[in-house]
C-alpha cells in the first residue's frame, strides 16, 4: 500500500505565507512526477504545480512567481512554498504522485487534502 499524507495547511492573512509538505510512504519503487492541486468550493479540482523526477517544474498561471513546488527523492517528499498569498488561492490542497512499484507498474495517488484558507 502507498500513502500521501499532506500537511502544514492552515489559516493565514493574505499577503501571508504557508508551506505544503506531502510525505510518500508504502511500497515504493520510484516515484515520478509529483504535484499539487486544489479545489475550491463550487469549483472543479485544478493542477497548481507539477515537478518531474528529473525536477522539471510547472505551474498554474495564477500562482507563477508566487508559488515554488520542490522536492526530496531521498524522504520521498513534495513541498510547495506558497508567499503572497490572496483569498483567491482559499481550497483544499492536494498532493498527487505517480509512483512505480518494484515491478515497474506506475499508478496514480492522492493524498486526502489539506485546508488553506487565506483572510483578506
Known amino acids: 500500500q502507498v500513502q500521501l499524507v499532506e500537511s502544514g495547511g492552515g489559516l493565514v492573512q493574505a499577503g501571508g505565507s504557508l508551506r505544503l509538505s506531502c510525505a510518500a510512504s508504502?511500497?515504493?519503487?520510484?516515484?515520478?512526477?509529483m504535484g499539487w492541486y486544489r479545489q475550491a468550493p463550487g469549483k472543479q479540482r485544478e493542477l497548481v504545480a507539477r515537478i518531474t523526477n528529473g525536477d522539471s517544474t510547472s505551474y498554474a498561471d495564477s500562482v507563477k512567481g508566487r508559488f515554488t513546488i520542490f522536492r526530496d527523492n531521498a524522504k520521498n517528499m513534495v513541498y510547495l512554498q506558497m508567499n503572497s498569498l490572496k483569498p483567491e488561492d482559499t481550497a483544499v490542497y492536494y498532493c498527487?504522485?505517480?509512483?512505480?512499484?518494484?515491478?515497474?507498474?506506475?499508478?496514480?495517488?492522492w493524498g486526502q487534502g489539506t485546508q488553506v484558507t487565506v483572510s483578506s
Open positions: 498527487n504522485a505517480l509512483i512505480r512499484n518494484s515491478w515497474n507498474r506506475a499508478n496514480d495517488y
Open positions: 508504502g511500497f515504493i519503487g520510484s516515484i515520478d512526477a
